[in-house]
């Protein structure tokens, strides 16, 4: 688990030591140019091996320091260059240079190859060498979301799970599987045809619903499976059972297979009312032993997705939404209606309601434990009371899913009474030099 990470020189003027809270929420507040985001993109591009993140990045040296006494460190070795070590091995040198110049810029198709040493930037018209590119135009190129292209660091045990929920969270952007040529400039020598790379997104709540209904359906033939697989077997098991269940065990493990019926009705997911208490015998408890089994191996399968489910529908129905419910439904995922049950579109809800569905959309079904989430400020376009709320619902979620956060943030509603777990790079930054 990562507990401390050191900056030497971000944006060649900031040197930060920043302690991860204990308590698995560590909140980093400053203002604009101080690097907050900044922060979180570091931690995310090491788990994406991105490369050329760093080497476009301006900083001196970092340092992520874990409990496990792996420590990485990356230091910046003149303009194109960044050396890493992984507890203490060999250093390892990525670079960026002409000859993997061109694989990088595959990324951005709006700057082309001339000739030789030259390229095209079609945004401007403007042409530039190579050493150009390099020094003063790739570093302040637009980030792109794949990484399958750039410059690829080693592996890095403690960071192989990290989750990126970045500012923009109300779109995403759709691979597109069409490309069409049109005319294209004639430059000496050859021509160039320019291909056409639309920037298709797709609503996220919308994405979110379709891929929660799979995973409904996912889930209930899972459980379909298993049910037929336990049935078919269940006369032979019967006559083989030698172990007896007492009387309290099994009114105890009844009232959990009660609890988990009653929840799955609740949620849609089920039309069939929770079974009646058989009676016990003591000349049934083998037989009642073998029933009880199986019905827990049926249901199992849903306990962590009906926590999640709960946690989900809870938050945003009793704690956000005024004048309207969030409904788990098998054919569309979740759905809403009004508080009269006027069903509305998804696309009918305000950008805060969008916000803060996607928001713990993807910490709740999104994450898996152990994960470290990095949340870019969490308060866009939420209402002062939400903002209030998103802390205390944080750690409930924290305590499900077993992950630790890192939030980004300018709002003390979002900090509330949490002053504590936060992190002023203003108050912490050593700059004194400059």
Not at 29 to 37: A, D, I, V
Not at 374 to 389: G, T, Y
């Given at each position: 688990?990562?507990?401390?990470?050191?900056?030497?020189?971000?944006?060649?003027?900031?040197?930060?030591?920043?302690?991860?809270?204990?308590?698995?929420?560590?909140?980093?507040?400053?203002?604009?140019?101080?690097?907050?985001?900044?922060?979180?993109?570091?931690?995310?591009?090491?788990?994406?091996?991105?490369?050329?993140?760093?080497?476009?990045?301006?900083?001196?040296?970092?340092?992520?320091?874990?409990?496990?006494?792996?420590?990485?460190?990356?230091?910046?070795k003149g303009d194109n260059k960044v050396a890493i070590e992984v507890s203490g091995k060999q250093s390892k040198e990525i670079f960026l240079d002409k000859g993997n110049l061109n694989k990088v810029l595959r990324n951005y198709p709006?700057?082309?190859?001339?000739?030789?040493?030259?390229?095209?930037d079609q945004r401007t018209d403007n042409i530039y060498d190579s050493e150009t590119l390099l020094q003063n135009i790739l570093p302040n190129l637009p980030e792109y979301s794949d990484h399958s292209l750039t410059i690829k660091l080693?592996?890095?045990?403690?960071?192989?799970?990290?989750?990126?929920?970045?500012?923009?969270?109300?779109?995403?952007?759709?691979?597109?599987?069409?490309?069409?040529?049109?005319?294209?400039?004639?430059?000496?020598?050859?021509?160039?045809?320019?291909?056409?790379?639309?920037?298709?997104?797709?609503?996220?709540?919308?994405?979110?619903?379709?891929?929660?209904?799979?995973?409904?359906?996912?889930?209930?033939?899972?459980?379909?499976?298993?049910?037929?697989?336990?049935?078919?077997?269940?006369?032979?098991?019967?006559?083989?059972?030698?172990?007896?269940?007492?009387?309290n065990q099994f009114n105890q493990r009844f009232d959990k297979v009660k609890e988990i019926q009653n929840a799955l009705v609740k949620f849609g997911l089920s039309n069939i009312k929770e079974d009646d208490h058989p009676t016990f015998?003591?000349?049934?408890?083998?037989?009642?032993?073998?029933?009880?089994?199986?019905?827990?191996?049926?249901?199992?399968?849903?306990?962590?997705?009906?926590?999640?489910?709960?946690?989900?529908?809870?938050?945003?129905?009793?704690?956000?939404?005024?004048?309207?419910?969030?409904?788990?439904?098998?054919?569309?995922?979740?759905?809403?209606?009004?508080?009269?049950?006027?069903?509305?579109?998804?696309?009918?809800?305000?950008?805060?309601?969008?916000?803060?569905?996607?928001?713990?959309?993807?910490?709740?079904?999104?994450?898996?434990?152990?994960?470290?989430?990095?949340?870019?400020?969490?308060?866009?376009?939420?209402?002062?009371?939400?903002?209030?709320?998103?802390?205390?619902?944080?750690?409930?979620?924290?305590?499900?899913?077993?992950?630790?956060?890192?939030?980004?943030?300018?709002?003390?509603?979002?900090?509330?009474?949490?002053?504590?777990?936060?992190?002023?790079?203003?108050?912490?930054?050593?700059?004194?030099?400059?």
């Open positions: 688990m990562l507990k401390r990470i050191i900056i030497k020189k971000l944006f060649d003027l900031f040197d930060y030591t920043i302690e991860l809270k204990e308590e698995g929420i560590t909140i980093l507040t400053g203002p604009n140019g101080y690097g907050k985001t900044t922060v979180l993109k570091i931690l995310d591009a090491l788990a994406s091996k991105n490369g050329l993140f760093f080497i476009r990045l301006l900083f001196k040296e970092i340092t992520l320091e874990f409990n496990e006494q792996e420590i990485v460190s990356l230091r910046k709006f700057i082309r190859p001339l000739h030789e040493d030259h390229w095209l080693p592996n890095i045990s403690n960071l192989s799970n990290v989750y990126f929920i970045r500012e923009q969270r109300l779109l995403r952007p759709v691979q597109s599987a069409r490309r069409r040529q049109i005319p294209g400039r004639i430059y000496p020598g050859r021509i160039y045809m320019d291909e056409e790379y639309p920037d298709i997104f797709a609503k996220t709540i919308e994405e979110y619903a379709k891929e929660l209904r799979d995973t409904i359906k996912e889930t209930l033939a899972k459980s379909s499976q298993i049910t037929q697989q336990l049935d078919s077997s269940f006369p032979r098991r019967l006559f083989d059972q030698t172990k007896e269940i007492s009387e015998k003591k000349e049934n408890a083998k037989a009642l032993y073998v029933y009880i089994h199986d019905i827990q191996k049926k249901l199992d399968v849903f306990s962590g997705f009906l926590d999640k489910l709960k946690i989900f529908t809870e938050i945003l129905n009793e704690r956000r939404f005024n004048f309207k419910r969030i409904d788990i439904s098998k054919d569309e995922g979740f759905k809403f209606s009004t508080e009269h049950g006027t069903p509305l579109a998804l696309g009918d809800l305000s950008s805060g309601e969008q916000q803060e569905v996607v928001l713990l959309y993807e910490l709740l079904f999104k994450v898996n434990s152990g994960t470290l989430v990095l949340i870019d400020e969490p308060e866009l376009s939420l209402h002062i009371a939400w903002q209030k709320q998103f802390l205390d619902d944080l750690f409930k979620i924290i305590e499900l899913q077993k992950i630790s956060v890192i939030i980004a943030t300018h709002s003390p509603q979002i900090i509330n009474e949490h002053w504590d777990l936060t992190v002023d790079l203003e108050e912490i930054s050593q700059c004194g030099n400059i």
